[in-house]
């Protein structure tokens, strides 16, 4: 099972993907705002690895020049069936199809563990102007709540290996060369039914590209582990964004 295999996995379930994971919080774009020292509006942003456009809509939403960069060929189907009004081209961050020097902003939202960082990090600060701003974010289940540390030892036991796929702070930082990130922490949670969430799970790579068999039985075991704690079908997913911050230096 390789990083490409569950990269590509997204594809083949696009729908489930745009309609079971969560947004982002408003606190998160207005630090975004602060740390880039403008506001989103009439800005030059750059989504790389947009998936189905869910932070996209956001950005777009409050007011951002936007334009999409997505490599899956489901995916951006997707977004472009989410988000017709927004541009988006094939493309992925080691290796943008953009002109040096034409963005205020590049995101990589829940996409920069995809990437090859020694390649995507001299991308994206080429096509950033100077004093742009890059910004990296992960939506992290906030594993210090009970059920959500209980969840994911249940993962890691059935299928053997590390459930997130997503970076870390340190992960960045250590592949980052002269870059220098600051890290930003923005917590929030999401009331939805016991099968949105189940969904949301079933969307995520390590269970996508797991056989059949393996993920219906573990998501049947899951749905019953969670009916016992939320009898009512109802549970808060708590977050925390994993926000990492760079500049391009002025003047070059």
């Known amino acids: 099972?390789?990083?490409?295999?569950?990269?590509?996995?997204?594809?083949?379930?696009?729908?489930?993907?745009?309609?079971?994971?969560?947004?982002?919080?408003p606190a998160l774009f207005d630090t975004v705002e602060a740390l880039?020292?403008?506001p989103l509006r009439g800005a030059a942003v750059v989504?790389?690895?947009?998936?189905?456009?869910?932070?996209?809509?956001?950005?777009?939403?409050?007011?951002?020049?936007?334009?999409?960069?997505?490599?899956?060929?489901?995916?951006?189907?997707?977004?472009?069936?989410?988000?017709p009004g927004v541009p988006v081209v094939r493309g992925d961050g080691?290796?943008?199809?953009?002109?040096?020097?034409?963005?205020?902003?590049?995101?990589?939202?829940?996409?920069?563990?995809?990437?090859?960082p020694a390649r995507a990090l001299p991308e994206a600060l080429r096509v950033l102007r100077p004093g742009g701003t890059l910004a990296l974010w992960w939506n992290v289940l906030d594993h210090r709540v009970g059920w959500v540390a209980a969840q994911g030892a249940r993962l890691a036991a059935h299928f053997g290996a590390h459930a997130g796929a997503h970076g870390t702070p340190e992960?960045?930082?250590a592949e980052a060369g002269a870059a220098e990130f600051t890290h930003h922490r923005v917590p929030w949670s999401r009331r939805i039914s016991v099968d949105t969430h189940l969904a949301n799970l079933g969307s995520h790579s390590l269970l996508l590209v797991a056989g059949e068999e393996s993920r219906a039985s573990f998501l049947?075991?899951?749905?019953?582990?969670?009916?016992?704690?939320f009898p009512d079908g109802t549970l808060d997913e708590p977050y925390v964004v994993d926000l990492l911050v760079t500049r391009r230096p002025n003047g070059n």
């Open 94 to 116: 080691n290796a943008l199809p953009l002109a040096s020097g034409s963005a205020d902003l590049l995101t990589f939202a829940q996409s920069w563990h995809w990437t090859e």
């Open 36 to 38: 880039s020292g403008r």
């Open 171 to 173: 992960r960045v930082r």
């Open 220 to 229: 049947t075991a899951e749905r019953a582990a969670l009916l016992r704690d």
């Open 1 to 25: 099972m390789t990083d490409t295999r569950r990269a590509h996995s997204f594809n083949a379930a696009a729908a489930q993907y745009a309609a079971a994971r969560p947004s982002y919080p």
């Open 47 to 83: 989504d790389v690895g947009a998936g189905t456009g869910i932070a996209a809509a956001r950005l777009h939403a409050r007011g951002a020049r936007l334009l999409a960069v997505e490599p899956g060929a489901g995916m951006a189907a997707e977004f472009r069936r989410q988000l």
